[in-house]
C-alpha cells in the first residue's frame, strides 16, 4: 500500500467512538489508528506543500511529526520539480498572492496522479479566492477539507448533501467543525477528536 494511501486511511477511518453515523458500523480504535501511522512510517512520503505563511512552519511540523518530510516552496520557477519529486501534494489559500496561484497551476501541471488535498479557507469572503478554489476543485483533488461555510461558497448551496457533493466531486470531503464530518460518495462517519483550545492558536486547522 502507498504511504499516501494511508493518509486517506486515517482520514476517513479515524470515527468517533461514541458518535457512529450507522448503527452497526465498524469504529476505528486508537489500535487501529497506530496501525495506520506504522503504515504510513514505514514507507516516509515527500509531501510538497503551498500553504498559507502564517501555517508554514506547524504544517512542517505536523508532516514531520507523522513521519512525512515536507517541502515548502512557492516558487514559481522550481515548484514543477518539487512536485515531480513529491508522494503527495497539498494546497492551502489562505494568502493567495499572485506568485502563489502561478505556483499552484504550475504544481498541479506536474503532479500526474498523485494524491493531492485541497484547503480553500476563507472563500465565503472572497469572490476571487472562491472562483479560483472552484477552478481548483474542477482538477480532481483527493481530499477536500473546508468548514460548513466554505462548503457552502464551494457548492452555492445552502446545507448542501455532503455525502452527494463528495459523490458528485468525486474527492473525500471533509467538513470540519466540532464534530468533524468525513464523506465519501458511499459513506460519512464523524470525527470528534478536536478541541476549544485548538481555536486559540493560528493555523491548528490548516495543519
Known amino acids: 500500500m502507498k504511504a499516501d494511501d494511508a493518509f486517506t486511511d486515517i482520514a476517513t477511518q479515524a470515527l468517533?467512538?461514541?458518535?457512529?453515523?450507522?448503527?452497526?458500523?465498524?469504529?476505528?480504535?486508537?489500535?487501529?489508528?497506530?496501525?495506520l501511522l506504522e503504515r504510513l512510517r514505514a514507507?516516509?512520503?515527500?509531501?510538497?506543500?503551498?500553504?498559507n505563511g502564517v501555517a508554514e512552519n506547524l504544517t512542517a511540523n505536523v508532516l514531520i511529526a507523522l513521519g512525512a518530510t515536507p517541502s515548502m516552496t512557492a516558487n514559481p520557477e522550481e515548484v514543477a520539480d518539487f512536485a515531480a519529486g513529491a508522494d503527495a501534494?497539498?494546497?492551502?489559500?489562505?494568502?493567495?498572492?499572485?506568485?502563489?496561484?502561478?505556483?499552484?497551476?504550475?504544481?498541479?501541471?506536474?503532479?500526474?496522479?498523485?494524491?493531492?488535498v485541497l484547503d480553500p479557507?476563507?472563500?465565503?469572503?472572497?469572490?476571487?479566492?472562491?472562483?479560483?478554489?472552484?477552478?481548483?476543485?474542477?482538477?480532481?483533488?483527493?481530499?477536500?477539507?473546508?468548514?460548513?461555510?466554505?462548503i457552502e461558497a464551494l457548492s452555492g448551496e445552502d446545507e448542501p448533501d455532503l455525502q452527494a457533493l463528495s459523490g458528485a466531486w468525486q474527492t473525500t470531503l471533509a467538513l470540519t467543525g466540532v464534530v468533524d464530518l468525513?464523506?465519501?460518495?458511499?459513506?460519512?462517519?464523524?470525527?470528534?477528536?478536536?478541541?476549544?483550545?485548538m481555536a486559540r492558536i493560528t493555523a491548528s486547522g490548516c495543519a
Open 16 to 35: 468517533s467512538p461514541a458518535q457512529p453515523r450507522e448503527a452497526g458500523a465498524r469504529v476505528t480504535t486508537p489500535e487501529d489508528a497506530a496501525t
Open 43 to 51: 514507507r516516509p512520503p515527500r509531501v510538497h506543500c503551498i500553504i
Open 89 to 116: 501534494l497539498s494546497i492551502n489559500l489562505g494568502t493567495l498572492d499572485p506568485q502563489r496561484r502561478i505556483a499552484i497551476e504550475r504544481m498541479l501541471d506536474a503532479a500526474g496522479d498523485r494524491p493531492w
Open 121 to 150: 479557507p476563507f472563500i465565503d469572503r472572497s469572490p476571487l479566492r472562491r472562483d479560483f478554489a472552484r477552478r481548483l476543485l474542477s482538477r480532481g483533488p483527493s481530499i477536500l477539507r473546508g468548514n460548513r461555510a466554505e
Open 182 to 197: 468525513v464523506a465519501t460518495g458511499e459513506r460519512a462517519e464523524t470525527v470528534a477528536n478536536g478541541h476549544a483550545l
